[in-house]
């Protein structure tokens, strides 16, 4: 079997946005044995509970628990993967340093295109979502399927507001910590103001409720 290491060491809205590429990575190889490495044991919960069929997930804070975690670095690499991928957003250095020690045989990762992805910027110019579509896309893996995207088009956007029942309260959840990091939120002319005109207040009400909900 083929023996796939996958590093997802971020938050859990940022692990939530990887699900589609793990969904890809099996699809693409059903027969795979795939771990995944993730900060904690909620996340842990979080990519158990998504039905993907993903054999090991391993959780650690590497932050409070650095020998742990390089002793579990170094019981993984026994293991002798055949493919490891860092998640997009993950820094050079820790991408380097988590698949190196891990060993496996092919490395993926945006990260390791120098050319491309010369600074962070040039990574945060994408939603994270779409930027695993790109270690996909090294991975020759073309004709994937990200449904629905997390930041709509127009058609998709005007699917959504049909669907509002504005005589209703309507509640919003972002997984995360609501963060104004543009690439974690669609734009509110995208939603907010299609939905519900131009009322800021309405888009007071619910950012509010969002960030009351999942405050941290």
């Known amino acids: 079997k083929m023996k796939i290491f996958i590093e997802a060491m971020h938050g859990m809205g940022d692990v939530v946005c990887m699900l589609p590429m793990f969904r890809e990575i099996r699809e693409n190889w059903p027969d795979s044995q795939i771990s995944v490495l993730v900060q904690n044991e909620g996340i842990v919960d979080v990519v158990r509970l998504s039905g993907l069929n993903i054999d090991r997930i391993i959780g650690i804070n590497a932050h409070q628990n650095k020998f742990e975690f390089l002793k579990l670095l170094l019981k993984l690499r026994r293991e002798k993967f055949d493919l490891s991928i860092s998640a997009a957003f993950t820094p050079l250095l820790k991408a380097r340093l988590v ?13 390791f295109d120098k050319k491309k992805f010369a600074s962070y910027g040039d990574i945060m110019k994408y939603h994270f979502v779409d930027a695993h579509c790109l270690i996909l896309e090294q991975l020759g893996i073309k004709n994937h399927h990200y449904s629905p995207h997390l930041i709509p088009d127009t058609e998709d956007t005007a699917k959504f507001v049909d669907a509002i029942d504005k005589n209703r309260p309507v509640i919003g959840i972002l997984i995360g910590r609501a963060d104004a990091w543009k690439s974690n939120r669609g734009p509110k002319e995208k939603i907010y103001t ?14 509010a409720l969002i960030k009351l909900i999942l405050a941290q």
Do not use: L, T
């Open 99 to 111: 698949s190196g020690i891990v060993g496996a045989k092919i490395k993926a990762g945006i990260r």
């Open 194 to 207: 299609k939905a519900w005109g131009n009322n800021e207040q309405h888009i007071a009400h619910i950012e």
